[in-house]
């Protein structure tokens, strides 16, 4: 197990080496422990200018190599990977909080994004279309788009850079990945990574806050920004880049699950308390409210708060296995805080949880929490906690429960659980969501399609569509005469 104490040094990473910046630091430290962990740079424009000028030199030739060729360097930062999986997901639990045995898994999938997207780099096809003339031939064909900007997150830091990483590399961009501030340290390893497996200024790495990643998005050399994190910080991308800058934008939201009296329960309580609780509530597509038919409302409520109480909190160093660890911003958890007491005042009762861990003072530690016969107009069951907190109502008609569930603002995934097909139907074509699981709580696949709706943005990653958002169309046409 890596030990408890440990500090990172990162440096910014382009044009295939490290390199030191004129500017402050930023220190991290532990959320479990209040220890620090990492210190990066704060880099200025200037850091971020030289690390776009290294992806756009670098853009010149990696466009034109050969799709076998991107994936076999994207198989090799695999490979590379997961000789450090370990390395990477303590990173990850020191900075973010998360289990240490979560956070393998999180590089896991990493790793497997960047195996599906080497596969798919050989699959981007063009077409010919007939013309009206004779002696004529269109030939539509796909390009790189050019240097891409990937602006990630603190929740997921290395599955959510690979999603961008391997996407745009694999269509035959170059990268410039700014990683959230609270998490630097991981990405270093993952820097360590590139440096071996991928020719210099195809993948770079610049650390620093959101002035940083602001000098990022309003670069004039980037062609597409991609980016994942609040919908007030996509918001604020939306404003800063240039009209003629390709944009995609995963920002969360407020995400439902319905239960009517058809579903199987237990496999309900045991899916909402997965996908409630897991990273401590700290995901996009996190269940945030839940609507349950009435006839089986209490059978629901008091299973869930059950499993809520079961599940284990601990420093993700120390308890590998544990089901819950810190929050990763003393922001979050003061705002989780805020939504029970809001819940509270607005009638609701707190069934489980409701409050700090107090014997793992001075961490960030909440209790997974559950609120009862929550009102809409509970901040819990309209707003995004991005914690350990969910809300529970109970529904007597499903129309009424889709329009509750589709009242708030975004639109990134949904949940629900019935045995019926009637409802299994009306359900997955009426919630006005990206992603609609039913029966299951996850989501979201590499192979398939993932992005959100209204306040969630717009553009998707996994799947082809992923590779296809970093391509630009070409029409050519062609007089050969030939009849």
């Not at 269509?171 to 390893?189: D, F, R």
């Not at 590998?320 to 990763?328: C, E, F, H, I, N």
């Not at 705002?335 to 949880?353: E, F, N, P, Q, W």
Request: some cysteine; charged content about 20%; hydrophobic content about 40%.
């Amino acid at each position: 197990m890596p030990t408890q104490h440990h500090v990172t040094t990162c440096r910014n990473f382009y044009a295939g080496a490290w390199h030191g910046t004129s500017g402050n630091r930023i220190e991290r430290h532990n959320p479990a422990t209040a220890e620090l962990v990492a210190v990066a740079p704060r880099s200025s424009a200037d850091d971020v200018g030289q690390a776009v000028a290294a992806a756009v030199a670098a853009f010149r030739s990696w466009r034109r190599t050969l799709p076998v060729e991107r994936s076999q360097h994207l198989h090799e930062l695999a490979r590379a990977s997961a000789e450090r999986v370990d390395d990477m997901a303590a990173a990850i639990t020191r900075e973010q909080g998360k289990p240490l045995d979560e956070a393998r898994g999180e590089v896991r999938k990493f790793i497997t994004a960047l195996h599906y997207y080497a596969e798919e780099a050989q699959r981007v096809f063009g077409r010919t279309i007939p013309n009206d003339s004779p002696g004529f031939t269109s030939i539509v064909e796909k390009e790189p788009i050019g240097p891409v900007a990937g602006i990630v997150p603190w929740n997921y830091p290395i599955e959510l850079i690979g999603w961008k990483l391997a996407g745009a590399t694999a269509a035959g961009c170059t990268i410039v990945i700014k990683p959230s501030e609270y998490t630097p340290g991981c990405a270093q390893v993952l820097s360590e990574c590139v440096e071996s497996t991928f020719p210099p200024g195809v993948v770079n790495f610049v650390y620093g806050d959101g002035s940083t990643g602001q000098a990022l998005v309003a670069h004039p050399a980037i062609a597409k920004v991609a980016f994942t994190g609040s919908m007030r910080t996509g918001q604020a991308i939306f404003r800063t880049v240039s009209g003629i800058t390709g944009l995609s934008l995963e920002l969360g939201g407020s995400c439902p699950m319905i239960v009517t009296d058809r579903a199987d329960i237990p496999a309900a309580v045991a899916g909402a308390a997965r996908r409630s609780f897991r990273n401590a509530g700290q995901i996009c597509i996190a269940i945030n409210r839940i609507y349950v038919q009435e006839g089986v409302y209490d059978e629901f409520v008091d299973g869930l708060a059950a499993a809520a109480d079961a599940l284990k909190v601990a420093d993700g160093l120390r308890v590998p296995s544990a089901d819950v660890g810190a929050l990763t911003m003393a922001e979050t958890y003061q705002r989780t805080l805020d939504h029970i007491a809001d819940a509270r005042a607005h009638g609701a009762a707190v069934v489980a949880g409701g409050g700090p861990v107090d014997d793992l003072s001075p961490g960030l530690f909440l209790r997974p929490t559950v609120v009862a016969d929550a009102p809409d107009a509970a901040l819990v069951m309209h707003e995004e906690t991005f914690g350990p907190l969910v809300g529970v109502a109970p529904f007597a008609d499903l129309d009424d429960a889709i329009g509750r569930a589709n009242s708030a603002p975004g639109g990134l995934a949904a949940y629900a659980y019935t045995n019926d097909t009637h409802e299994t139907f009306t359900l997955a074509r009426e919630l006005d969501f990206g992603n609609v699981a039913v029966n299951n709580v996850d989501a979201g696949i590499i192979n398939a399609p993932y992005g959100g709706r209204r306040e969630s943005g717009f553009g998707s990653e996994h799947g082809h569509e992923g590779l296809e958002s970093y391509l630009q169309l070409k029409h050519i046409r062609l007089r050969h005469g030939a009849q």
